[in-house]
């Protein structure tokens, strides 16, 4: 089958290649609990791990394309360093779902994403504990490596295209969303939106990485997502796969994704209006 990794030297090769070496350094770290420190919130850790991916990434790309601007979760400490017009930009998220990880759950993942005036060129979300790997690129797709458990060392995996799911009515879907770090705080904290999504679609998961929830969305394997306060590196390689999924990423008034708002919502396209409106009168009726 030809995939894009066929096309040498490609931004879509190297997302790919970064996730998958990525993915070894934290790997070993899986299914067991490590120590971690809070930083703004007591409920947003970080642990060495997430460093030491980070690090990585950072050395590879700024080795690759020293011109390029690389915004990474911590290093960044929050702020969001803006591109100078058409210079790409990367958002990297060395381990999303560190409270997962920490615990030794295996839903975390690694997402790097590059873009150009806020449209994302390429971009990859790593889950090396569950054993896929998502790749995009604009206009290639968006694809699927599942690594094999009964290969020695996992195998490099059978890719597949991703499509979104088929399902039509809000009725009968299956659901992802997630919390922000303040909820206990702020009255922002999507506990309302749950509890309606809850009552009309068919079930609502939360699996704690806002990457690869959207992942999951562009695989088919749920049928919609949406959530808030999320920073451009939980967003940007997700809306990627989505879109070239064939489902559709809004903000929550219908709008184009502005990175930095933080309100997302994404879907198989059938069922996008349906949530979108069901979310947005559970926040206004707040």
């Known amino acids: 089958m030809y995939t894009p990794l066929e096309k040498t030297g490609s931004l879509f090769r190297f997302v790919h290649d970064l996730g998958e070496e990525a993915g070894r350094l934290i790997a070993n770290g899986a299914f067991r609990s490590h120590a971690a420190v809070s930083k703004s919130l007591r409920t947003d850790l970080v642990t060495e791990y997430d460093r030491r991916s980070e690090a990585y990434l950072t050395a590879r790309i700024a080795s690759r394309f020293p011109e390029d601007l690389i915004v990474a979760e911590e290093a960044s400490?929050?702020?969001?360093?803006?591109?100078?017009?058409?210079?790409?930009?990367?958002?990297?998220?060395?381990?999303?779902?560190?409270?997962?990880?920490?615990?030794?759950?295996?839903?975390?993942?690694?997402?790097?994403?590059?873009?150009?005036?806020?449209?994302?060129?390429?971009?990859?979300?790593?889950?090396?504990?569950?054993?896929?790997?998502?790749?995009?690129?604009?206009?290639?797709?968006?694809?699927?490596?599942?690594?094999?458990?009964?290969?020695?060392?996992?195998?490099?995996?059978?890719?597949?295209?991703?499509?979104?799911?088929?399902?039509?009515?809000?009725?009968?879907?299956?659901?992802?969303?997630?919390?922000?770090?303040?909820?206990?705080?702020?009255?922002?904290?999507?506990?309302?939106?749950?509890?309606?999504?809850?009552?009309?679609?068919?079930?609502?998961?939360?699996?704690?990485?806002?990457?690869l929830d959207l992942a999951l969305t562009a695989s088919g394997q749920f049928d919609g997502y949406w959530e808030m306060k999320l920073k451009p590196w939980d967003l940007a390689a997700g809306i990627l796969l989505v879109t070239e999924a064939g489902g559709r990423v809004t903000n929550y008034d219908g709008g184009p994704i502005v990175f930095g708002e933080g309100r997302v919502v994404a879907s198989n396209g059938h069922i996008h209006d349906e949530l979108r409106a069901a979310v947005s009168a559970a926040r206004d009726s707040r």
């Open 77 to 211: 400490q929050g702020e969001i360093a803006t591109a100078k017009p058409g210079q790409r930009r990367w958002l990297i998220d060395p381990l999303d779902g560190t409270t997962n990880f920490s615990h030794g759950l295996p839903f975390f993942c690694i997402s790097i994403a590059v873009e150009v005036d806020g449209v994302v060129q390429a971009g990859a979300v790593e889950a090396p504990a569950l054993g896929w790997r998502f790749v995009a690129e604009q206009g290639l797709g968006a694809w699927l490596w599942r690594r094999d458990p009964t290969v020695a060392g996992g195998g490099g995996g059978t890719p597949h295209r991703l499509r979104v799911s088929q399902t039509e009515t809000l009725g009968g879907a299956l659901l992802a969303t997630g919390f922000p770090y303040d909820r206990a705080t702020s009255l922002e904290n999507n506990f309302a939106e749950f509890v309606a999504l809850q009552k009309k679609a068919l079930a609502v998961r939360r699996v704690g990485a806002a990457a």
